[in-house]
Structures are given as structure tokens and as C-alpha cells.
């Protein structure tokens, strides 16, 4: 499975971005699918990921301003994320993950500055 991803760039906090991930390959619908983000000397952490049916989960800093989508046709995964704070700004990376294995997107910059 391969993933690309696309949408980060430089927003005003306050602002929204929207972030696109198109898999390809082996790409199964029962494979959870979501975003991560690692911030400069921190961790890698989950943002928000989405199963097979439509259940998610997001990280308590972001609930009730990402939302995570997926379309099962386009093999696409979304994050749109608004109300932007600048401790939002870190590399995010798509992630696929099923019983045959987890891979990742390159990772796209979001940055939320004046």
C-alpha cells in the first residue's frame, strides 16, 4: 500500500486547513486509516483515525475541531481541521493500518503562525 498525501501549508491560527490522503495498492476497507503528527522534538502521536463502518477516534486536544472522513471508493482519507492553534503546527503523516501490515504517508507541514 502506498500513500500520498497533500494540504498542509502555512494558515493564521484561527484558520482551517484541509489535509488528503489517496492510497493505492492492496488497499482493503477494513484497514483503519487516520493522521498523525510529530511536532519538533516530540513524539509522533495519533490525530484522528476512522474504521471500516465509520467509528472514530481523535486526540483530546482536537476533538471539536478535526474531523476525520474516508471514502471508501476513492480510497481517500481527510482531515479537515479548523479553528488552527499554533500548537497544531507539526509534519502530519496519513497512516494505513491492517492486518497486513502499517504504512505511512511522507508527511505534510502544517503551520499555524501570524
Known amino acids: 500500500v502506498q500513500l500520498q498525501a497533500s494540504g498542509g501549508g502555512l494558515v493564521q491560527p484561527g484558520g482551517s486547513l484541509r489535509l488528503s490522503c489517496a492510497a493505492s495498492?492492496?488497499?482493503?476497507?477494513?484497514?483503519?486509516m487516520g493522521w498523525f503528527r510529530q511536532a519538533p522534538g516530540d513524539q509522533r502521536e495519533l490525530v484522528a483515525s476512522i474504521r471500516a463502518g465509520g467509528s472514530t477516534t481523535y486526540a483530546d486536544s482536537v476533538k471539536g475541531r478535526f474531523t476525520v472522513s474516508r471514502d471508501y471508493r476513492k480510497k481517500t482519507v481527510d482531515l479537515t481541521m479548523n479553528s488552527l492553534k499554533p500548537e497544531d503546527t507539526a509534519v502530519y503523516y496519513c497512516?494505513?493500518?491492517?492486518?497486513?501490515?502499517?504504512?505511512w504517508g511522507q508527511g505534510t507541514l502544517v503551520t499555524v503562525s501570524s
Open positions: 495498492g492492496s488497499v482493503s476497507t477494513s484497514a483503519i
Open positions: 497512516n494505513y493500518n491492517s492486518v497486513r501490515g502499517n504504512h
